[in-house]
């Protein structure tokens, strides 16, 4: 069995999902690494 599909788009936005699995995950990593010409 499978995970259930929450959240489409980019990964900021995935990041920003309050029940996203992947998007807990991704927003370390886009704290560490943010993407170029995005102001933090």
């Known amino acids: 069995m499978g995970g ?3 959240v ?3 990964p900021e936005t ?3 999902h ?3 699995h ?3 995950y991704l927003k ?3 704290k560490q690494h ?3 010409g995005v102001a933090v």
Do not use: F, Q, W
Request: proline share 14%; glycine share 10%.
């Open 4 to 6: 259930e599909i929450v």
């Open 8 to 10: 489409v788009g980019t």
């Open 14 to 16: 995935v990041a920003e």
């Open 18 to 20: 309050p029940t996203s």
């Open 22 to 24: 992947t998007g807990r």
């Open 28 to 30: 370390e990593v886009l």
């Open 34 to 36: 943010p993407p170029e």
